[in-house]
Each structure stands twice: as C-alpha cells, then as structure tokens.
C-alpha cells in the first residue's frame, strides 16, 4: 500500500490515498445498529476512510471509534469488520489493494448467517 499524501494548496488541501497503483474504491454504507461480518482477507489489505460520524472498527480484536475523515489501514490476513454504533446511515471509503476478489473473504462471524 502507498505512502497517503497531504498536500497545503493556496485554496484548501487534498488527501491523496493511491498515486499509480491497482486499487479497487467502495462507499460502503452501513445502516443504524448494523455491522459487516467478521471477516479476513488472503489477497489483499485496505485503507478505511470514515466519511460519516458512528463508524466503529474492529481489527484483531481492537476496537476503536473512527471521527470523519480518519483513516485505518487493515493489513492482509487481519480479522476485521466495521459496525454502526448511531442511530443514522455511515458510509466508510474504502480502498482496496492486491488482488480484488468478493471469493477471498473468510467470514469468521455474521450477524447474517453467512459464514
């Protein structure tokens, strides 16, 4: 994964998270009182961005509440998953690189029943 990239310009700022690279880019939301499964990943290592307030992460067993643009890289192979602690929709950018592939999640937990 890329070095993130903040630059000062005369009319703001800019965040760069890839120069160059493969990446896959998801807005994944999450509704109130929701959360993803519990899962893992063999290909590939992502870079969280939180884009709404409520967002809480987990990532090997820490847990941690994400503010707006607050970014958590999760390394390859790390159990991870995002919940929505508030009562309104959060979204979370996420940027994935490696090999993209929906076949290489290992779910280890689901509130859906789908491990």
């Not at 993130?4 to 700022?13: I, T, V």
């Not at 929701?34 to 870079?47: A, F, I, M, P, Y």
């Not at 602690?85 to 996420?94: F, G, I, Q």
């Amino acid at each position: 994964m890329g070095e993130m990239l903040h630059e000062d310009k005369p009319w703001g700022a800019f965040n760069q998270y890839t120069f160059n690279e493969a990446t896959t880019v998801k807005i994944i939301r999450v509704e109130p009182g929701n959360r993803l499964s519990l899962q893992r990943h063999g290909k590939r290592e992502e870079l969280w961005v939180a884009l709404d307030p409520g967002l809480e992460v987990e990532i090997d067993g820490d847990v941690s509440s994400l503010e707006i643009e607050e970014k958590i890289k999760i390394p390859c192979g790390a159990a991870h998953r995002m919940s929505n602690v508030s009562d309104h929709d959060a979204r979370m950018l996420e940027i994935s690189f490696g090999d993209f592939d929906e076949d290489d999640i290992e779910r280890l937990e689901d509130d859906h029943n789908r491990v």
